[in-house]
């Protein structure tokens, strides 16, 4: 039997690592990631999916995505400030993460990235946003994606990867 390569409707386990413009790790996975290549429904950038085409187990490719590729570019209308004493304590520290509602009700994720003179700062924007990125992706696993992971256009919660 031929070895299996990342081709559409295969689930394609992986291993990554983002990295800044200057080389710092920004994000790594622990654990590996996956998605269904070619379904059309995943959220794999697709230039880094294009990329994987092609390649086996244990390949390894790097990406360098644009902020337009990536994140998108910092949006100053994203970034809100407000009285300290108007956020709750356990959010009044630099890199936090807390989860709000926007006036419409949908959960919107923010990062604490600045507190002074009584003033505490919140940024809507992804944390990478406005970030040249190189994403470096190791497979670490694959195979014949199901029908049913194929029609959600997602790996199953529990699959047999085959690593």
């Known amino acids: 039997m031929s070895e299996q390569v990342v081709s559409r409707f295969k689930l394609v386990a992986f291993l990554y ?9 920004l994000e790594q996975s622990g654990l590996p990631m996956e998605y269904i290549h070619g379904s059309g429904n995943n959220q794999m950038f697709p230039e880094v999916e294009a990329a994987l085409e092609g390649k ?3 390949d390894e490719v790097s ?3 644009s902020p337009e590729q990536g994140f998108g570019q910092h ?3 994203l970034t809100f400030t407000d ?5 709750p304590a356990e959010y009044r520290v630099v890199g936090a993460r807390p989860q709000f509602q926007n006036d419409m009700g949908e959960p919107m994720k923010l990062t604490v990235t600045n507190i002074e003179d009584g003033k505490l700062t919140l ?3 992804h944390p990478f946003a406005g970030k040249t990125i190189t994403f470096k992706v190791t497979v670490n ?3 014949d994606a199901t029908p049913a992971e194929i029609g959600a256009g997602m790996p199953e919660a529990d699959p047999a990867i085959v690593h």
């Open 63 to 65: 990406v360098t995505l």
């Open 141 to 143: 696993g694959l195979r």
């Open 123 to 125: 940024d809507a924007n």
């Open 75 to 77: 949006d100053p209308n």
């Open 56 to 58: 086996k187990n244990g």
């Open 83 to 87: 009285d300290l004493e108007n956020v």
């Open 17 to 25: 690592t983002i990295l800044d413009e200057d080389g710092t790790t």
